[in-house]
């Protein structure tokens, strides 16, 4: 089988290879990429992949969504261990029991470099990068000008670090990231500006967030500094930033299995609850829910910024003025980029009758709407598929900070939980 990308919105059935759908990471026509088929798992896979390591799963799960023609077996495994060898957890994604809930578990994302779950993807897109730039780069004569990426992203904290310890040092790459001043945690403020290699660049901007936000869009759209300068993403709007994160749902699965009694092996239920921003996390569960991994419930958490909540309570899609700043401040969105992904297979395979260039038409409308209207309402039937799919919750302030008490004084071993993860309780 060979892997092809497309766009959410297109209205023809070009596609695209990965190398192409990562480097340019949006689609021309404003859409974002989708694999053209969700690859199916071996069917043996519950007993033939049940003891692998986390990088050994990253290998078959990946190897499903590229080429071998693009990146062969041996490159593949070079770059997943390498993106993986600078987490300090041999699970890279530990599964702990929490003993305040006998069914609770934490899927521990924050062995990374940076301590943000988005080194998962970001340690492995930094060397993907990497590897495709010196293969463009490789037949070049001395002179001859290179293939090159100028990454500019705007962070609250999280993603800002996690892409500057992701592409440090990566020969033909420059990042710029744009924080705001005073409105980062002191210590991700240290994890950017201490970082000395050449190629990357902290600004820090005197505004909000959204005012980073903002100039960073004016340089996506300039087309004429864009081609000049061959922006590049590193959000999750970037495909391989949501494949790599399938991984961890596998692997969260295998650990479960390992650590169950017989009894509870034979029936038990799967669900996780995600604490969502901009809906890469948990789109990642999706695509593992649909190539076939046994997950019974999604559940999207959310702070005050519930943008997805209130759409699977009404299937209103309602963008409002302004972001409420919360305790969880990575999930601080009013619009959720990655839930158009998941909004294509909705509508595919309702209004659109299964046709994906109609589905890709309603899109198109809907996110037009969105930007011009702030709103757009999909059909009720598309409604009920999300809602088959996924549950929700919206989570408050004052909830989050009773949930870590609770969880510290509830754990034998006085578990901590960082105020993202609160949200999901
Ligand atoms: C980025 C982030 C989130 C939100 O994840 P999305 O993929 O944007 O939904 C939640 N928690 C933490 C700690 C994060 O860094």
Redesign the pocket.
């Known amino acids: 089988m060979s892997t092809s990308y497309r766009s959410t919105r297109s209205s023809s059935e070009q596609t695209v290879s990965f190398e192409d759908a990562v480097i340019t990471g949006l689609a021309k026509d404003g859409g974002l990429f989708i694999p053209s088929d969700i690859p199916t798992l071996p069917s043996d896979f519950t007993s033939k992949w049940s003891n692998l390591s986390f990088e050994e799963l990253a290998f078959n799960i990946l190897r499903l969504y590229i080429d071998n023609s693009e990146i062969p077996d041996a490159d593949l495994k070079v770059l997943i261990t390498k993106s993986y060898s600078t987490f300090r957890s041999k699970d890279v994604t530990p599964l702990v029991k929490l003993d305040s809930d006998p069914n609770l578990y934490l899927l521990e994302l924050f062995h990374g470099p940076t301590y943000?779950?988005?080194d998962v993807a970001l340690q492995f897109v930094g060397n993907l990068f990497e590897y495709f730039l010196t293969r463009k780069n490789a037949d070049k004569k001395e002179g001859e000008p290179r293939d090159f990426i100028t990454v500019v992203g705007a962070t609250s904290g999280?993603?800002g670090s996690a892409a500057i310890y992701g592409l440090r040092n990566k020969k033909d790459v420059s990042v710029f990231i744009l924080y705001p001043t005073g409105r980062v945690s002191p210590l991700q403020e240290q994890q950017m500006t201490t970082v000395l290699d050449e190629n990357i660049h902290t600004l820090s901007v005197k505004g909000t967030f959204d005012d980073c936000q903002d100039l960073v869009k004016q340089v996506f759209n300039d087309k004429e500094f864009n081609s000049q300068y061959h922006i590049g993403a590193i959000n999750?709007i970037n495909w391989a930033r949501i494949l790599a994160q399938i991984t961890y749902y596998f692997h969260a699965y295998f650990q479960l299995i390992r650590q169950l009694s017989e009894a509870d092996k034979k029936a038990f239920k799967l669900k996780f609850v995600?604490?969502?921003?901009?809906?890469?996390?948990?789109l990642a569960g999706f695509y593992a829910k649909q190539m076939g991994l046994p997950i019974d419930e999604l559940v999207v958490a959310t702070n005050d910024n519930n943008i997805l909540n209130r759409f699977l309570n009404t299937g209103k899609y309602d963008k409002v003025a302004e972001v409420k700043p919360t305790y969880?401040p990575?999930?601080d969105?009013n619009v959720?980029s990655?839930f158009e992904r998941f909004l294509w297979y909705m509508i595919k395979n309702t209004s659109a009758g299964g046709d994906s260039l109609k589905a890709g038409s309603q899109l198109s409308t809907f996110m037009s709407d969105l930007s011009s209207k702030g709103v757009f309402n999909v059909a009720p039937e598309t409604l009920k598929a999300a809602q088959s799919v996924l549950d929700s919750a919206t989570i408050t302030d004052p909830e989050t900070v009773k949930t870590i008490k609770e969880t510290y004084q509830k754990t034998s071993n006085n578990y901590i939980l960082?105020p993202?993860t609160a949200v999901v309780f």
């Open positions: 943000a779950f988005k999280d993603t999750s995600v604490p969502s921003g901009n809906f890469g996390d948990i969880s990575a999930m969105i959720s990655n960082d993202h």
